[in-house]
């Protein structure tokens, strides 16, 4: 086993690149799976994204200075931005990719890579980024209708010509993405659409709608989606209450997949959707009421997606619930052994910033908060108040210490050997375990001492008042650790029934090359009380023995 640990780290050593803008490749980016794990390679190696989302209006050259000035504070790799429908199509038939264009070149002026974000039939389930050729012409391009036949704000899955021209749209954005990109790749992922679905309709009823709505429940959705009640039938027959807000998934999905599969066919990169969430604690689910966004890619019905869109490789959380509870549940329920983990969406209060440790190290392919680039608007309550350089701040503390390693911390989530957790909202004791030792996690502790000793040691430490800590742990051999984090004590514990004991733990760095910088030995009371990880984030390198 130490023979494989050795080489499995020689060859992440030899993998190890620059966090952003590589030579040119003519390997495309792409999403790989082994074991039920994913990654997503980058000139031929994983990569992982530590992104960062432009505001939805800053898709215009003028706006684009503040959102490279926020990216590099943030030490992100790589821009998440918004392309529209309406930008790039004003006119039908007149394609205008000059914000395109200006976007990849001062992507690779600033060393950045990109994820572009599709605003196309749905933007946030409306119509809001369409043409105003698409907005005004209701019978061509027809909105969702109620029952009684009244429209609905959102587009219709069923109106064929608003799929012909979206996907027409949609080639020609990735036609010209392969010529302007195709040799830098500066272009690693592409969403198709945003947060789709509908709120307060279930679905469309539409004579098209309900026509198909009456149809037996598609061959490749009953593989994937388990029936509640009959084995074949109608959507109503085998789902029940469930029919109208699975066959609604089914639609939009379809619709979607067929958009993904057309820009594929002209130029295979990575493609996904993202969603707003259902709560992840309402276990069984219950029918839709009015709750969340009915046919959106929640996590109950990833498997109608995976069936009706099989161009697309994942679908996404956007996690704006920061209690711990929920964002452990989204990401258990979206990390699958068909569905990479990537989080293209998170909001930016500073309770956000511990959940990057939870989030990489149990292999996400990459993370992205919201909203950063210093463009004077906040999405409060859902993010941050604050519009300045403090906004990128709980996020920079810990990109920064990815960022020297996110080529080697992707391989070796790639080979399963990470995991990572957050303090939790109840402040209690946590634990991961590796083969042959647990880590064991505790809060609010000095650095210095036990709290059992009373008085002084007994209070919570200066500047815990509110939940912040975190810890992602990768295992560079059978009793050898990196430890990436902070306001954690962590003590290395042999498994039950075995014996063990911390040999050396060094504080240092990677350099460029991969290779283990060692910068001070902790020691004495700095190891007596476990490793205890300062406000600051800061990374150990681990020494575990087992004596004889």
């Known amino acids: 086993m130490k023979k494989h640990f050795l080489l499995a780290a020689a060859l992440a050593a030899l993998l190890a690149a620059p966090a952003s803008q590589a030579a040119p490749s003519a390997e495309a980016p792409r999403i790989v799976t082994r074991d039920g794990r994913h990654a997503l390679l980058v000139d031929g190696k994983p990569f992982l994204i530590l992104g960062a989302q432009a505001h939805n209006s800053s898709n215009y050259p003028a706006a684009l200075k503040p959102v490279w000035e926020a990216a590099r504070d943030l030490k992100a790799n790589t821009v998440l931005m918004p392309v529209a429908w309406e930008q790039v199509e004003p006119e039908e038939g007149r394609f205008d990719f000059s914000f395109v264009d200006t976007l990849v070149r001062e992507a690779r002026q600033q060393n950045k890579r990109l994820v572009i974000l599709w605003f196309g039939t749905w933007?946030?389930?409306?119509?809001?980024?369409?043409?105003?050729?698409?907005?005004?012409?209701?019978?061509?391009?027809?909105?969702?209708?109620?029952?009684?036949?009244?429209?609905?704000?959102?587009?219709?899955?069923?109106?064929?010509?608003?799929?012909?021209?979206?996907?027409?749209?949609?080639?020609?954005?990735?036609?010209?993405?392969?010529?302007?990109?195709?040799?830098?790749?500066?272009?690693?992922?592409?969403?198709?659409?945003?947060?789709?679905?509908?709120?307060?309709?279930?679905?469309?009823?539409?004579?098209?709608?309900?026509?198909?709505?009456?149809?037996?429940?598609?061959?490749?959705?009953?593989?994937?989606?388990?029936?509640?009640l009959s084995a074949s039938g109608t959507w109503r027959e085998v789902y029940g209450d469930y029919a109208d807000e699975y066959f609604h998934a089914w639609a939009i999905a379809r619709y979607i997949g067929e958009i993904a599969a057309a820009g594929r066919a002209v130029y295979d990169l990575p493609m996904y959707v993202n969603n707003a969430l259902r709560n992840p604690l309402e276990q069984p689910p219950k029918p839709w009421n009015k709750n969340f966004a009915s046919g959106g890619p929640t996590w109950?019905?990833?498997?109608?997606?995976?069936?009706?869109?099989?161009?697309?490789?994942?679908?996404?959380?956007?996690?704006?619930?920061?209690?711990?509870?929920?964002?452990?549940?989204?990401?258990?329920?979206?990390?699958?052994?068909?569905?990479?983990?990537?989080?293209?969406?998170?909001?930016?209060?500073?309770?956000?910033?511990?959940?990057?440790?939870?989030?990489?190290?149990?292999?996400?392919?990459?993370?992205?908060?919201?909203?950063?680039?210093?463009?004077?608007?906040?999405?409060?309550?859902?993010?941050?108040?604050?519009?300045?350089?403090?906004?990128?701040?709980?996020?920079?503390?810990?990109?920064?210490?990815?960022?020297?390693?996110?080529?080697?911390?992707?391989?070796?989530?790639?080979e399963g050997r990470t995991q990572g957790i957050a303090e939790g909202d109840d402040r209690k004791p946590q634990q991961l375990d590796f083969p042959g030792w647990t880590a064991k996690l505790t809060y609010r502790l000095g650095r210095f001492g036990e709290s059992a000793w009373g008085g002084e040691f007994a209070k919570p430490a200066a500047g815990t008042e509110e939940p912040g800590g975190g810890v992602a742990i990768a295992q560079l051999g059978p009793d050898e650790f990196l430890l990436i984090g902070h306001r954690v004590r962590v003590r290395m514990e042999p498994a039950a029934g075995t014996s063990g004991i911390m040999m050396r733990a060094e504080q240092g760095r990677f350099d460029d090359k991969g290779r283990w910088v060692m910068e001070r030995v902790w020691n004495g009371d700095q190891v007596d009380y476990g490793l205890n990880l300062p406000a600051e984030p800061v990374m150990l390198k681990v020494k575990m023995g087992r004596p004889r």
């Open 123 to 228: 933007k946030n389930t409306s119509a809001q980024y369409t043409p105003a050729w698409v907005k005004l012409d209701t019978q061509r391009f027809p909105f969702n209708v109620d029952r009684e036949g009244r429209a609905n704000y959102s587009l219709s899955p069923f109106g064929a010509e608003t799929l012909k021209a979206d996907k027409r749209a949609f080639v020609a954005l990735m036609s010209h993405l392969k010529k302007l990109d195709s040799a830098q790749r500066t272009v690693l992922m592409v969403q198709v659409e945003n947060e789709v679905g509908t709120y307060g309709l279930v679905r469309d009823f539409s004579p098209a709608a309900q026509a198909a709505f009456e149809q037996p429940v598609p061959a490749a959705v009953l593989a994937r989606q388990k029936p509640k």
């Open 300 to 414: 109950d019905v990833i498997d109608i997606y995976k069936a009706a869109a099989p161009a697309l490789d994942i679908v996404a959380p956007d996690i704006y619930s920061p209690e711990s509870a929920q964002v452990e549940a989204n990401l258990r329920l979206f990390q699958r052994a068909d569905n990479a983990l990537w989080v293209p969406e998170i909001g930016t209060k500073p309770a956000y910033g511990r959940f990057l440790y939870a989030m990489l190290g149990r292999g996400a392919i990459g993370v992205s908060p919201f909203g950063v680039d210093y463009f004077d608007y906040s999405n409060h309550p859902l993010g941050a108040t604050a519009t300045d350089k403090t906004i990128v701040e709980p996020f920079e503390r810990v990109y920064r210490m990815f960022a020297p390693i996110q080529r080697l911390w992707a391989q070796w989530a790639f």
